[in-house]
C-alpha cells in the first residue's frame, strides 16, 4: 500500500518526530497521519469555514472519546422527544426503563436535554447517566440529573450522532419527532449494512401510545412489499411496552453472543458457549440462505485473534456470510443466546473496538 505522506521525506520524519516528541504512543503512526492530513488540507487552502468545521468536529470527536474512556460499564442509548411532558405515559416509561437497566448496572446515555431525555437521566440517576448535548438556540444546558465529567456538548448532530452509536451496546427508542426517526433510520441502516457490528435495540411505547404500532405497520406496507427492505430486516428490533421486558431482551443479546470479527474472509462469532454438534448441523439447515460457502463451525481461537488476543477464553463459530442478510444473522445470534441461561448481569465488550482490517466497507 502507497504510504501516506506530504510527499516530503524531510517533513514527513519531521512529522514522525513530532509526534514522537509529543508522547510516546503505540499508534503514532496513525497520530502521524492525522497530523499529515491536517497540513494537507492546509495546503489545500480551504474556505475558514471549511477549517472551522473540520476542527470543531475533530475536537468534538476527540473529548467525547476521553470523556467515555473513563468508564467501562456497559451502556444503553434512549432516544425519543424532549417535547415529552413529565407525568405521559412514556415519560414514565423511558424513567422506569432506566431505572430497570442501572439496577443492572449498566449507564445510560441520553441527549442530555428535556422530555425522554430527561426521564432517561432521572431515571438511571447521576451515577449512571451519560449526556451528549447538542446546542440549540431554544435547548443549551444539559439537565441536572447528568454530571458535568459525563456531558459531552456538540455543535453537529453528525458528530454527537457518532458518540451515541460508538459508545452504546444497546439501543431503546421512544416515540418522538424528526430527530428520533433519524436517529433510528440512521441506527438501522448502519446495523442493516454491516457498518457497525449487530446491536439489540428495542422500541418502546406506553401501552396507549399507539407510536410504533401505527408507523410499523405503514413502513412494512410500504418497505416490504416495495422491495426496499427484507422482510428479515423487521427482526432487528422489536416493540415492548414493559420496561422489564424491554430490558431483558437487551440484556438477553449478549447471554451467550459476545462479539463478532471477520478473520480471513469468514464471519467468527465468540460466545460463552457453542452449539453441540445436533444443533449446529440444525443451525447449517435453518440459516443455509445466509451460508455463502464454508457452513457454520466450531473452531478455536484463528491466528489473527491470537496475536491480538483478541477474547481468547471464549468458544466461537465461523461461517462465510453472504455479509448482506444482518437481520437473519440477528434471528441466529438470538438462537445462539437460547443455548444459555441468561445471566443476572451481562459483559459485553468494549463498545466498538478496534476496526477490522479484513472489513472491505
Not at 341 to 359: F, I, K, L, W, Y
Request: glycine share 6%; with cysteine; net charge negative.
Amino acid at each position: 500500500m502507497r504510504s501516506y505522506g506530504m510527499g516530503d521525506p524531510e517533513l514527513d520524519q519531521r512529522i514522525m518526530e513530532l509526534v514522537a516528541d509529543a508522547c510516546p504512543n503505540p499508534n503514532a503512526d496513525l497520530v502521524a497521519e492525522l497530523v499529515t492530513t491536517a497540513l494537507k488540507l492546509h495546503r489545500d487552502n480551504p474556505a475558514r469555514g471549511d477549517l472551522k468545521l473540520v476542527n470543531t468536529a475533530l475536537k468534538e470527536m476527540r473529548y467525547s472519546m476521553l470523556v467515555f474512556s473513563r468508564h467501562n460499564e456497559p451502556k444503553v442509548t434512549v432516544f425519543g422527544s424532549a417535547r415529552t411532558p413529565e407525568g405521559h405515559p412514556d415519560f414514565v416509561l423511558a424513567e422506569e426503563f432506566s431505572r430497570e437497566m442501572a439496577k443492572r448496572e449498566w449507564g445510560v446515555i441520553t441527549g442530555a436535554g428535556p422530555g425522554i431525555m430527561l426521564a432517561g437521566s432521572r431515571g438511571a440517576g447521576i451515577e449512571r447517566s451519560y449526556g451528549v448535548n447538542i446546542r440549540l438556540p431554544f435547548e443549551a444546558d444539559a439537565n441536572e440529573h447528568i454530571s458535568p465529567d459525563r456531558t459531552v456538548n456538540f455543535k453537529y448532530f453528525f458528530t454527537r450522532k457518532l458518540a451515541f452509536v460508538k459508545e452504546s451496546h444497546a439501543f431503546a427508542i421512544f416515540p418522538g419527532g424528526f430527530g428520533t426517526l433519524d436517529e433510528m433510520f440512521e441506527l438501522l441502516t448502519l446495523v442493516q449494512t454491516g457498518k457497525s457490528d449487530l446491536h439489540p435495540i428495542v422500541l418502546m411505547e406506553s401501552e396507549d401510545s399507539g407510536y410504533w404500532s401505527q408507523i410499523l405497520p405503514i413502513l412494512s406496507e410500504v418497505l416490504i412489499k416495495g422491495g426496499y427492505i427484507s422482510p428479515s430486516d423487521s427482526k432487528l428490533f422489536s416493540i415492548h411496552h414493559d420496561p422489564v421486558a424491554a430490558a431483558d431482551e437487551l440484556c438477553r443479546f449478549y447471554a451467550n453472543y459476545h462479539s463478532q470479527r471477520y478473520v480471513n474472509g469468514l464471519l467468527v462469532l465468540r460466545l460463552q458457549k457453542a452449539p453441540d454438534p445436533q444443533t449446529l448441523e440444525r443451525l447449517n439447515e435453518e440459516f443455509s440462505d445466509i451460508v455463502a460457502g464454508e457452513p457454520i463451525t466450531v473452531i478455536q481461537p484463528t491466528e489473527a485473534e491470537i496475536a491480538d488476543n483478541d477474547a481468547l477464553d471464549l468458544e466461537r463459530i465461523s461461517f462465510r456470510f453472504d455479509r448482506r442478510s444482518f437481520g437473519r444473522l440477528r434471528q441466529l445470534v438470538d438462537q445462539l443466546n437460547d443455548l444459555v441461561s441468561p445471566p443476572a448481569v451481562v459483559h459485553p465488550p468494549a463498545p466498538m473496538g478496534d476496526e477490522q482490517a479484513e472489513r472491505p466497507w
